[in-house]
């Protein structure tokens, strides 16, 4: 009998059973010689929503749809990876013009423009900040800048200021992070990649390169004096962690902390609790090896390197992120619910003591990659799909 049929028998026995103790089927791993550090730090208990999904589609046509960010008028604010093109979109779907003025973008690959988020200050300053890959000599690289929104008919931005520029400048179209996360002192978390090419790599271990990074920048793109390495020579002060491959996925939990979940090679996406100063060990340590099948890591531990709250093998392909706090899904309060482009799944993380303790795929009937997850203001649960044809869908319990 193959694992696939072991694994049904199991999962229809399980399910009249509420103390399961099976994993989401997955398939076997990739890295099997890799075992977890601790109980739990892979393949959680299989847990199920009971509250079922009504998914709407708010609007569609969106050319691989990257991030929205929510203004306080009830539209959004959607990104377009390749073209570079910034909507705003009505609650009933209704997209604007190309909001003019954006700085160009390098929309090769994995390049383009990315995350979207207002200031914190937006009501009155109406700053928006955004991410993306900025075309330079010599390659490219991840920046980050602002400018004040004019929305109307003919809706633009203008006083444009690049705050942050991830350096060295490489020749890469992958790798780069590009999620924002404003903390309520108003800092800035930017999470960035490690370019994916061999010399990006060796740099996520080099606190002179902010490749492989989170750093922190205030929204001026000044360094905040408390972070971890402004008085070590050589290192670039908007550090705030190191060691880490490729970030696409970035929320704060509800105590403020930032969680991330990282994009692993073969086997090895992880759900980090970001610290200041820590080290999260790639290119060292990890639970995955390289698309070829070759051996990255040694160990999967070493002294003075963090291990993953979780992590998956076969990998998930986390993008898109979010901390559940709404009241239409009162079961998913405290869960973090991610969004998978391979798995083309919702993953959903059962959380107890910063440990993940029951695991959810949500959606896998649709069959999508899911690029963004956020929460809107009425707890509905908004995504977009990673799509030449791109979607933003609306989550909310069936009536
Ligand atoms: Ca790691």
């Given at each position: 009998m193959n694992r696939m049929i072991i694994g049904v028998l199991v999962g229809a026995v399980m399910s009249a059973s509420p103390a399961s103790a099976a994993p989401v089927g997955t398939g076997p791993p990739n890295v099997p010689e890799f075992k977890p550090a601790f109980a739990g730090q892979t393949r959680a208990e299989a847990e199920t929503t009971r509250t079922k999904l009504n998914v709407t589609e708010i609007a569609s046509g969106f050319n691989k749809p990257w991030a929205i960010a929510f203004l306080p008028d009830n539209r959004f604010l959607v990104t377009e990876k390749p073209t570079g093109n910034l909507y705003i979109v009505t609650a009933e779907g209704v997209k604007s013009k190309p909001v003019a003025g954006l700085p160009p973008v390098d929309g090769r690959n994995q390049g383009g423009?990315?995350?979207?988020?207002?200031?914190?200050?937006?009501?009155?300053?109406?700053?928006?900040?955004?991410?993306?890959?900025?075309?330079?000599?010599?390659?490219?690289?991840?920046?980050?800048?602002?400018?004040?929104?004019?929305?109307?008919?003919?809706?633009?931005?203008?006083?444009?200021?690049?705050?942050?520029?991830?350096?060295?400048?490489?020749?890469?179209?992958?790798?780069?992070?590009?999620?924002?996360?404003?903390?309520?002192?108003?800092?800035?978390?930017?999470?960035?990649?490690?370019?994916?090419?061999?010399?990006?790599?060796?740099?996520?271990?080099?606190?002179?390169?902010?490749?492989?990074?989170?750093?922190?920048?205030?929204?001026?793109?000044?360094?905040?004096?408390?972070?971890?390495?402004?008085?070590?020579?050589?290192?670039?002060?908007?550090?705030?962690?190191?060691?880490?491959?490729?970030?696409?996925?970035?929320?704060?939990?509800?105590?403020?902390?930032?969680?991330?979940?990282?994009?692993?090679?073969?086997?090895?996406?992880?759900?980090?609790?970001?610290?200041?100063?820590?080290?999260?060990?790639?290119?060292?340590?990890?639970y995955g090896e390289e698309y070829s099948g070759k051996p990255i890591h040694k160990s999967t531990q070493a002294p003075g390197m963090e291990q993953p709250v979780y992590y998956w093998d076969p990998v998930i392909a986390p993008s898109g992120m979010v901390m559940y706090s709404g009241s239409l899904f009162p079961e998913w309060r405290g869960n973090f619910l991610i969004g998978g482009l391979a798995s083309t799944a919702l993953i959903r993380l059962e959380m107890l003591n910063d440990r993940v303790v029951g695991e959810e795929r949500l959606l896998t009937d649709r069959n999508e990659r899911i690029r963004e997850v956020v929460q809107g203001p009425d707890g509905a649960l908004y995504l977009l799909t990673d799509d030449a044809n791109g979607k933003l869908l609306k989550v909310t319990p069936a009536k």
């Amino acid at each position: 009998m193959n694992r696939m049929i072991i694994g049904v028998l199991v999962g229809a026995v399980m399910s009249a059973s509420p103390a399961s103790a099976a994993p989401v089927g997955t398939g076997p791993p990739n890295v099997p010689e890799f075992k977890p550090a601790f109980a739990g730090q892979t393949r959680a208990e299989a847990e199920t929503t009971r509250t079922k999904l009504n998914v709407t589609e708010i609007a569609s046509g969106f050319n691989k749809p990257w991030a929205i960010a929510f203004l306080p008028d009830n539209r959004f604010l959607v990104t377009e990876k390749p073209t570079g093109n910034l909507y705003i979109v009505t609650a009933e779907g209704v997209k604007s013009k190309p909001v003019a003025g954006l700085p160009p973008v390098d929309g090769r690959n994995q390049g383009g423009l990315l995350d979207v988020e207002l200031g914190p200050d937006f009501a009155t300053s109406r700053m928006i900040y955004w991410s993306y890959y900025e075309p330079r000599e010599g390659g490219n690289g991840l920046a980050v800048a602002r400018a004040k929104l004019i929305p109307g008919p003919e809706p633009k931005i203008t006083g444009v200021q690049v705050i942050f520029r991830m350096m060295p400048t490489l020749q890469s179209t992958m790798h780069a992070g590009g999620r924002l996360v404003f903390a309520p002192d108003k800092t800035l978390f930017v999470v960035l990649g490690e370019r994916s090419v061999l010399p990006g790599r060796i740099q996520a271990q080099d606190l002179a390169s902010h490749f492989g990074k989170v750093v922190r920048i205030r929204p001026d793109g000044s360094v905040p004096k408390d972070n971890p390495f402004v008085n070590r020579a050589g290192a670039k002060p908007e550090i705030w962690s190191y060691g880490h491959r490729n970030i696409l996925s970035a929320a704060l939990d509800a105590k403020n902390r930032l969680w991330v979940a990282e994009m692993g090679p073969q086997g090895g996406d992880e759900l980090n609790l970001v610290q200041k100063g820590k080290d999260y060990g790639w290119p060292t340590i990890g639970y995955g090896e390289e698309y070829s099948g070759k051996p990255i890591h040694k160990s999967t531990q070493a002294p003075g390197m963090e291990q993953p709250v979780y992590y998956w093998d076969p990998v998930i392909a986390p993008s898109g992120m979010v901390m559940y706090s709404g009241s239409l899904f009162p079961e998913w309060r405290g869960n973090f619910l991610i969004g998978g482009l391979a798995s083309t799944a919702l993953i959903r993380l059962e959380m107890l003591n910063d440990r993940v303790v029951g695991e959810e795929r949500l959606l896998t009937d649709r069959n999508e990659r899911i690029r963004e997850v956020v929460q809107g203001p009425d707890g509905a649960l908004y995504l977009l799909t990673d799509d030449a044809n791109g979607k933003l869908l609306k989550v909310t319990p069936a009536k």
